[in-house]
């Protein structure tokens, strides 16, 4: 099945800086989805997204499928951002194969 | 839409102990899954569901582990008899047709067995 690889595995913000987290898959997907779990455990789907780029407020997602990768875009970052962002693609027509996750921590 | 409604959202039992969770998908989605999360492992497909019918079950740890969805608007995971190897969270998912489609979790039931 599909490998997935996010990096970083870690990172810390200061309150209103940007950053860019990024997953790579081991073959062609056909759709991509980011989720963030945040500090009280839920998962939140953010982005469904297969090609090109999505915005939803202060995030935004691209999916380049040709070249194996999707990066999730935050600006002005705010404490509420913290949590661990996953990044998932199919790993049949059923199964989803997450990553390991990138644990976003950001300071006020 | 109400969203993905999992039950308990804690539970705390004593091993040996049969233990059901429950969940209730967003109406109209086809498809529910359950997962497992732990921090050895990460997020585990333990069995997905379509129309109600269980289509692949084996992401399930063992035959204590069960699942059933009697209709489309609930489904359960039993564990009986419960060890403590088993303490993680359950989270339940919906889509909508196939997994080329959004999936929206539930809050999760953080389990502990002791």
């Known amino acids: 099945g599909i490998q997935v690889e996010q990096s970083p595995p870690d990172l810390i913000l200061q309150e209103g800086a940007n950053s860019t987290l990024r997953c790579n898959f081991s073959?062609?997907?056909?759709?991509l989805q980011w989720f963030h779990q945040n500090p009280w455990g839920q998962l939140i789907n953010l982005f469904y997204?297969?090609?090109g780029t999505k915005q939803n407020g202060r995030l935004s997602a691209t999916t380049v499928a040709t070249e194996r990768y999707s990066l999730l875009y935050i600006s002005s970052s705010q404490t509420t951002d913290s949590g661990v962002y996953f990044c998932?693609?199919?790993?049949?027509?059923?199964?989803?194969?997450f990553g390991a996750g990138t644990t976003v921590t950001v300071r006020a | 839409d109400a969203g993905v409604i999992q039950s308990p959202r804690h539970e705390v039992t004593e091993m040996g102990q049969e233990v059901t969770l429950r969940c209730k998908p967003i109406?109209?989605?086809?498809?529910l899954f359950w997962y497992r999360q732990t921090m050895m492992r990460g997020l585990e497909l333990l069995i997905y569901f379509n129309n109600n019918v269980p289509i692949d079950d084996s992401g399930m740890p063992e035959d204590r582990f069960s699942a059933k969805m009697p209709n489309a608007s609930f489904s359960t995971l039993k564990i009986q008899p419960s060890e403590p190897r088993d303490s993680a969270v359950y989270f339940c998912?919906?889509?909508?047709?196939?997994?080329?489609?959004?999936?929206?979790f539930g809050d999760g039931t953080r389990l502990s067995i002791l």
């Open positions: 109406s109209g989605h086809d498809y």
């Open positions: 073959d062609s997907v056909n759709n």
């Open positions: 997204i297969p090609s």
């Open positions: 998932a693609g199919p790993a049949n027509d059923y199964k989803l194969s």
């Open positions: 998912a919906s889509s909508d047709r196939t997994v080329n489609q959004p999936q929206h």
